[in-house]
């Protein structure tokens, strides 16, 4: 049982990026994708309510491993995926359309969308650290040519900072991992185990503290920088900016939680082996100064998407802030706000693309009057932007007001306060910048007409589960987010 | 084996970690691309040398794998891409730096003694016996340090490739110092990724040169705040 839906996790986005490279007719690669993403979609949630009955799930080799934490991120994930397939398909259309994207461009970015969920799906369930490595720099590489899609100046620029930076990072981290594997090598034999999550787990206590941690150092430099938390995250800016807005989307609600579900990882083998305060100090730390980071940014901002990009740093930085907190009820925090920036960031960048669609431009200055080009979209932003800088009733107000009542009921009262301070400035920043694209009039005159139905419907359904996660949450999330609590726990 | 020959090895894996550091400074100390390349292909000849060594001294075979593959891709198909790189594009082949030669190599010099101190406090923190081979991770930690250093004073894209090439080599040799290499199949998928990167960055680097006429990064300065 468990070796099918491993198979289904993995086959299914393998076969699609297989099938996108034999076809080339624009309907079977769209059909290919969403089927792909949609059935992966599908198969993640099988394993969530797996994962409920039984903890944990491998392969007879213990190659693959999935519990509540794995079944979650691959959830989010998958889902992101399933709504950035369908949304890419209308925004291909038009791109055609306006002879921005000729045939083979179309197929490059199927293919690499395709390949792209798989890599993802490859870190999240591998059991091997090594593995996991080898995951995470193909996502770099699936990405590579996405992030260079439009082949301007900026964009190949962005894709070269970005393949440079990651994969300076990421040697890092291989580094970590190699530091990890020796410290566990007078508890296990060297062996293929020896590197398995799950084993390490089970002999944590007598891995050798004084090298893990220099091994944590390493994993959280290399992961941090995948995952853009300052000050490692000076590729994010450009890469989100240049890419095209669907696979930002993607980046920031799907790639950002698979190198935050890495750290996760090794923090609890840290926390487990070591015990005490030293990686939740290092995650508190990191946390408060990617906050700190994205404020200045946010408030001199020129590009709407690279104000999203600081606003993923900044949210990165609450995850792993959260995480830091280490309680019970910071880990529900950490949790359920990874759901929530990964709804609103995939809102927002759609959003995006509908406005920048409208003006032909991603300048914030150059766009003004949105509510009366497009009603719809321009709703969105404005009400999306109101969601991700946390203000009631929407979800991410319910995760943040969590994650600080955590800080203050574990003592934590100065990064707490800081915490707040930081949110606010970023809420300022964020209203002035968008009631100025909202309201007024637009000039020059820009002719009305907004992105297509199935893409206005997409976006809706992703504003009403933010609206809904800040009202109440069902009990089925409360279920999975709980079961992957228990493996934060460790 | 006995002790003699197994002396004979570990003084040969000495020799040339050795080797491969020499090979670095000289890649800090070259002012063309193409001894770039080729000094880069030497240090991973000599990369899988040292994996040939430690297969027949300590018996691990598994490794036999890594070290044909370190020569199979880093000496010799790495090498050759980057090159056919280089001599399809029509751009000036000397190295620009932003610190000069002496400097870079008293610096890189102060990197080896912190590298030789760092590996020690690792190996000190290790309550278990180390491998045999513990020795060289002195030179592999500062090969990490000069290959980031070369990334961020060489100018050229080609140079920041070799940088993290340096690195990457850097963090192979290790893992062959401390765990006598990683299981197979992680080796195998880390050889592929790196081969992956190298021949997307090396699309980029034509795309850079047909943008901007040019493959010093300084012309990658369009996206600021």
Redo the contacts between chains.
């Keep these: 049982m468990s070796t099918i839906l491993f198979a289904l996790l993995l086959g299914l986005p393998a076969t699609g990026t297989v099938l996108c490279a034999v076809f080339h007719s624009r309907r079977v690669l769209e059909t290919i994708t969403v089927a792909g993403a949609g059935l992966t979609f599908l198969s993640a949630l099988w394993l969530v309510t797996t994962v409920m009955q039984v903890r944990a799930l491998s392969t007879p080799q213990e190659w693959w491993y999935a519990d509540g934490l794995s079944a979650y991120v691959a959830a989010v994930v998958s889902g992101s995926a399933l709504v950035v397939a369908l949304y890419s398909t209308g925004y291909l259309r038009r791109q055609v359309r306006h002879r921005h994207v000729d045939g083979r461009q179309l197929w490059l970015y199927y293919l690499l969308l395709n390949a792209f969920l798989f890599t993802m799906m490859v870190v999240l369930l591998s059991n091997?650290l090594?593995?996991l490595?080898?995951g995470s720099?193909?996502t770099?590489?699936a990405t590579?040519?996405l992030v260079?899609f439009y082949?301007r100046?900026?964009s190949?620029?962005?894709?070269?900072?970005y393949?440079?930076i990651c994969?300076?990072g990421i040697?890092?981290a291989?580094?970590g991992i190699?530091?990890t594997?020796?410290?566990a090598?007078?508890v296990v034999p060297?062996?293929?185990n020896a590197?398995n999550w799950s084993s390490l787990m089970l002999v944590a206590k007598g891995l050798?503290p004084?090298?893990l941690k220099?091994a944590f150092i390493f994993v959280l430099v290399g992961f941090g920088t995948k995952a853009g938390l300052a000050p490692m995250h000076t590729w994010k800016?450009?890469a989100y900016?240049?890419a095209p807005a669907p696979i930002s989307a993607l980046m920031a609600a799907g790639l950002v939680n698979v190198a935050l579900y890495s750290l996760m990882r090794f923090y609890i083998l840290v926390n487990k082996a070591v015990g005490g305060s030293f990686a939740s100090t290092l995650f508190i730390i990191f946390g408060l100064v990617s906050m700190a980071v994205a404020v200045p940014?946010i408030l001199?901002?020129r590009d709407f998407k690279?104000l999203l990009a600081y606003s993923s740093v900044e949210h990165v930085g609450i995850i792993v802030f959260a995480l830091g907190l280490a309680t019970p009820l910071a880990y529900f925090g950490a949790l359920l706000h990874l759901l929530n920036n990964a709804i609103a960031k995939t809102l927002l960048f759609l959003t995006a693309s509908n406005v920048r669609m409208a003006y032909n431009s991603k300048i914030m200055r150059r766009v003004t009057g949105a509510i009366k080009v497009i009603p719809v979209s321009a709703t969105f932003l404005l009400v999306g932007v109101f969601a991700i800088t946390g203000s009631p009733p929407f979800g991410l107000f319910v995760s943040e007001f969590t994650i600080v009542s955590a800080g203050f009921a574990g003592g934590n009262v100065v990064p707490a306060v800081l915490f707040i301070g930081f949110n606010a400035a970023i809420f300022a920043g964020f209203i002035y910048y968008t009631s100025r694209m909202v309201f007024g009039e637009p000039h020059p005159p820009v002719k009305r007409g907004d992105a297509d139905t199935l893409s206005l419907l997409l976006l809706g359904v992703l504003l009403a589960a933010l609206l809904m996660l800040g009202v109440f949450i069902p009990s089925s999330l409360q279920e999975c987010i709980e079961n992957a609590l228990t493996v934060l726990k460790g | 084996m006995d002790s003699t020959n197994l002396q004979t090895v570990g003084l040969l894996i000495d020799i040339f970690a050795a080797a491969i550091l020499v090979t670095a400074f000289l890649v800090v100390s070259s002012r063309s691309l193409v001894f770039y390349i080729r000094l880069f292909a030497l240090q991973s000849f000599f990369l899988g040398i040292v994996a040939f060594l430690v297969v027949l001294g300590y018996g691990e075979t598994h490794i036999l794998i890594a070290a044909v593959l370190t020569i199979a891709v880093k000496a010799i198909a790495i090498p050759f891409v980057l090159s056919r790189v280089i001599d399809r594009i029509n751009v000036h082949k000397e190295v620009d730096f932003s610190i000069n030669i002496t400097v870079s190599l008293l610096l890189c010099g102060g990197m080896v003694i912190l590298a030789d101190s760092v590996a020690h406090s690792i190996l000190d923190a290790q309550r278990a016996d180390a491998p045999a081979v513990s020795r060289v991770l002195s030179v592999s930690i500062a090969m990490m340090l000069i290959g980031l250093f070369i990334m961020t004073t060489r100018k050229k894209a080609i140079t920041q490739i070799v940088g993290l090439l340096t690195m990457e080599n850097g963090v192979f040799l290790s893992g062959l110092s401390i765990t006598y290499g990683m299981p197979l199949i992680v080796e195998v998928g880390i050889f592929f990724d790196i081969l992956v990167a190298v021949l997307i960055l090396g699309v980029f680097i034509f795309r850079i040169n047909k943008t901007f006429e040019s493959i010093s990064i300084d012309s990658l300065r369009s996206l600021r705040e």
């Design positions: 091997n090594g593995v490595w080898i720099e193909a770099t590489l590579a040519f260079a082949e100046e900026g190949i620029e962005a894709a070269w900072k393949v440079i994969s300076v040697a890092l291989l580094f190699i530091l594997y020796f410290s090598l007078h060297a062996s293929g590197l050798d004084g090298v220099l800016p450009d900016g240049e940014f001199i901002q690279r």
